[in-house]
């Protein structure tokens, strides 16, 4: 099943001095779920290392 696709604002995310994109606390409240990926910005405190939510 496809979830449906979510416009990104300019300040939904950032660049790195690598060119890497990450994105912000903002987008990741708007897409509405943690993916597990242990991203720097996750609201929902998930914690990658023990696979569990704070």
Do not use: A, W
């Amino acid at each position: 099943m496809l979830k449906p696709r979510i416009e990104i604002d300019k300040d939904d995310f950032y660049l790195t001095e690598q060119g890497y994109k990450v994105f912000t606390e903002k987008y990741h409240l708007k897409r509405g779920y943690c993916c597990k990926n242990g991203c720097k910005h996750c609201p929902y405190g998930y914690d990658k290392k023990t696979d569990s939510f704070k």
